[in-house]
């Protein structure tokens, strides 16, 4: 499976970006899919995951509420909504798939991920 992050870029505190992952393989509807993000300087953190159904989703505290995850397995995608974005949500996020471990909140719980896409939100 191959992912491709897409839609980071430039935002300013209150404001919304929508995040895309789009991946390669059939099998990738039958795979729980996160998104995770790192900042400067920081460890790379859980955003928020969801299963393969696309009915059971998970959220960091941290964006809970403002941030919307969703699947579309016709076509192989994943989608992160940001709204009321604040400066400490800048980083580079990831996309990532096949939750193997117990805890699809950890990283290393995740088989596959894309490359990053940048966010930036200025106060």
């Known amino acids: 499976v191959q992912l491709q992050a897409s839609g980071g870029g430039l935002a300013q505190a209150g404001g919304s970006l929508r995040l895309s992952c789009a991946a390669s393989?059939?099998?990738?509807?039958?795979?729980?899919a996160g998104w995770f993000r790192q900042g400067p300087g920081k460890d790379r953190e859980f955003v928020a995951y969801?299963?393969?159904?696309?009915?059971?989703?998970d959220y960091a505290d941290s964006v809970k509420g403002r941030f919307t995850i969703s699947r579309d397995n016709a076509k192989n995608t994943v989608h992160l909504l940001m709204n009321s974005l604040k400066p400490e949500d800048t980083a580079v996020y990831y996309c990532?798939?096949?939750?193997?471990?117990?805890?699809?909140?950890?990283?290393?719980?995740?088989?596959?991920w894309g490359q990053g896409t940048e966010v930036t939100v200025s106060s």
């Open positions: 990532a798939a096949q939750c193997v471990g117990l805890d699809c909140r950890r990283p290393n719980s995740f088989s596959y």
């Open positions: 393989g059939h099998s990738f509807r039958s795979y729980t």
């Open positions: 969801i299963r393969y159904g696309g009915g059971s989703t």
